[in-house]
């Protein structure tokens, strides 16, 4: 299996329950493996997942969804 991350930047403030809450909704996305807010920077999720399943910019359109403002970071 193919593995790959993509860092997304969470524009909201997320208290810890909101971040794990998050983080286990996205646990439930098929394709996704192990998404986590970075300890320091708590705006900024990492996902790990297989691009095979899902696209990097489904992941960003489920943070959205979810009624988050987030973006992309990186190229």
Known sequence: MYMTDVVLHVDETLDAQGRHAL???M???DGVISPGFSPR???LMIVT???DRI???MLLHEVQRRGYHA???GG
């Open 23 to 25: 983080e286990d909704e």
């Open 27 to 29: 646990r439930g996305i």
């Open 41 to 43: 920077t708590p705006h």
């Open 49 to 51: 997942y297989n691009p």
């Open 71 to 73: 973006q992309h970071c």
């Open 55 to 57: 696209p990097t910019g």
